[in-house]
């Protein structure tokens, strides 16, 4: 299994007026997880970009368990696939604070696609992706 895990320490701007972590800001999480997952890899969007590429979200879900509050230190965990991406990539995430592992706030997935941006059209996953998935699979 590749995975990655961002830790994020809730923000008071973050919290609903129940003092909660509101909604929409676990797709926030799980954009800057993948984001530091890929420049982790050795890709970084800016390079992705560089090359034309673009990855847009084509279907999203959160399950919330739950409630994070200010000031929590949260865990959210990118799952890669265990096969290599073709023209889609679907990242798993399970979110949970940093002193409580086994506590599940939210779990959920992402899928994107890749773009050739120059086109408008969806392309193969970039070579060098896929070589970095391949060789970090290996590893596991």
């Known amino acids: 299994m590749l995975s990655f895990d961002y830790r994020h320490r809730v923000r ?3 919290c609903d007026p129940m003092g909660v972590v509101y909604h929409t800001h676990y797709l926030d999480y799980f954009e800057i997880a993948r984001t530091e ?5 050795g890709l970084p969007y800016a390079e992705l970009e560089e090359a034309g590429i673009s990855m847009p979200v084509t ?3 959160v399950q919330y368990r739950r409630s994070a509050t200010y000031d929590d230190v949260l865990i959210i965990r990118s799952i890669f696939p265990e096969t290599v991406p073709v023209a889609r990539v679907k990242i798993e995430y399970v979110v949970f604070r940093e002193d409580v592992p086994d506590d599940v706030i939210a779990t959920g997935h992402v899928t994107l696609c890749f773009m050739d941006t120059a086109r408008g059209r969806p392309t193969r996953a970039p070579r060098r992706l896929v070589e970095i998935i391949e060789r970090e699979l290996a590893r596991t």
């Open 59 to 61: 279907d999203v879900s």
């Open 37 to 41: 997952a890929l420049r982790d890899l």
């Open 12 to 14: 008071y701007r973050e």
